[in-house]
C-alpha cells in the first residue's frame, strides 16, 4: 500500500461519519420509496379500482340485455346529491351487473367537476336529471337566481352530454310558483324516502323501502353515501324477487301513459 493510498483511506476515514448518515438515510429513503411504491400499486391494483372504468367505458346502452316489463311491478330508482368521485363509479358498476337503469338527479357543480362519471352514467343507460346547481332552496331566493341557476345548470349539461336534463328534482322538494315559472321541466319528487342520508345502515334503508314501496313508486337515496351504495345490491335483489323491475323515470311515466308537463310535480306513477 502506497502512502498515496494510506492518505487517501486516511480521508475516507475522517469523512466516514458522513458517508455514514448519507448510506443510512439513502437506505432509509429506498426502503420509503418502496413502501410508498407498493402503496401506489396496491391502490392502483386491476382488482380495486381499475375495475371500473375500462370496463364500464366500452359498455353501450344497447348492449345491456333487454328488461322484461310485461307483467311486473315497475320502480324507478332515483340518486342524488352527485355524482362523486368517490362512490359512483362504483354504484354504475353494480348497476350495470344488475341490469338496472337509475335516474340520476345531479348537481350542476358537481357534474362540472366530474364530467366523465356523467357521460359514463349516460353511455350505460342511466337517466340523467338536474339537482340544480348548487343545492339552493329555491323558494328562499329571487325568481331571477332560481333562473340563473336553471341556466347555469343546464349549461354543464349540454356541454358534457349534449343536451339539457328532461327532469329536476327541485332541493328538498321545496316548490313555490316561482320555481314552477322558471324550472323548465317537469318536476319530479318521490314517494318512498330511505332516509339513507340519516339512517346509514342496509338494514334501516330497507325498512322504509318495504314499509312505503308500491307499484309506480320513485325511490329516493343519495349516491354520495358509501352506505347507500351498499344497500343498492339487497334493495335490487328483494324487490326484484317481489316482482319489481327497475325503470328509469321517464321510462316509467312513458309505460304508464304520462305526458310529463313542465313546471308539474309527480311523486310516482301508478298504474
Ligand atoms: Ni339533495
Known amino acids: 500500500m502506497s502512502i498515496q493510498d494510506k492518505s487517501f483511506f486516511k480521508r475516507l476515514n475522517a469523512r466516514l461519519p458522513w458517508l455514514k448518515i448519507v448510506l443510512f438515510a439513502s437506505a432509509i429513503l429506498i426502503v420509503v420509496l418502496d413502501l410508498v411504491g407498493l402503496t401506489i400499486s396496491k391502490i392502483g391494483d386491476p382488482s380495486e379500482k381499475a375495475l371500473i372504468a375500462p370496463m364500464l367505458i366500452h359498455v353501450k346502452a344497447t348492449e345491456r340485455p333487454e328488461r322484461i316489463l310485461t307483467d311486473k311491478k315497475l320502480v324507478a330508482l332515483t340518486f342524488d346529491d352527485g355524482p362523486s368521485s368517490e362512490t359512483t363509479p362504483g354504484l354504475l358498476e353494480l348497476l350495470y351487473e344488475k341490469n338496472v337503469p337509475a335516474t340520476f338527479f345531479m348537481l350542476g357543480a358537481r357534474a362540472s367537476a366530474n364530467p366523465d362519471i356523467v357521460r359514463q352514467a349516460k353511455e350505460l343507460g342511466n337517466e340523467i336529471a338536474s339537482h340544480t346547481y348548487s343545492h339552493q332552496n329555491l323558494i328562499r331566493i329571487t325568481a331571477g337566481a332560481v333562473a340563473e341557476d336553471i341556466a347555469a345548470t343546464n349549461a354543464v349539461f349540454s356541454s358534457i352530454i ?24 317537469p318536476m319530479i319528487l318521490w314517494s318512498v324516502d330511505t332516509l339513507d ?75
Open 162 to 185: 349534449g343536451e339539457t336534463p328532461a327532469l329536476t328534482r327541485p332541493p328538498y322538494g321545496n316548490i313555490n310558483d316561482n320555481v314552477r315559472k322558471y324550472v323548465g321541466t
Open 197 to 271: 342520508w340519516k339512517y346509514k345502515t342496509t338494514e334501516s334503508i330497507m325498512s322504509y323501502t318495504r314499509s312505503e314501496i308500491y307499484d309506480g313508486a320513485i325511490i329516493l337515496m343519495h349516491d354520495i353515501h358509501p352506505t347507500s351504495v351498499a344497500a343498492v345490491p339487497t334493495l335490487i335483489d328483494e324487490l326484484r324477487s317481489d316482482g319489481y323491475e327497475f325503470v328509469t323515470v321517464s321510462e316509467l311515466a312513458t309505460l304508464r301513459g304520462i305526458n310529463l308537463t313542465s313546471g308539474v310535480a309527480y311523486y310516482s306513477f301508478r298504474p
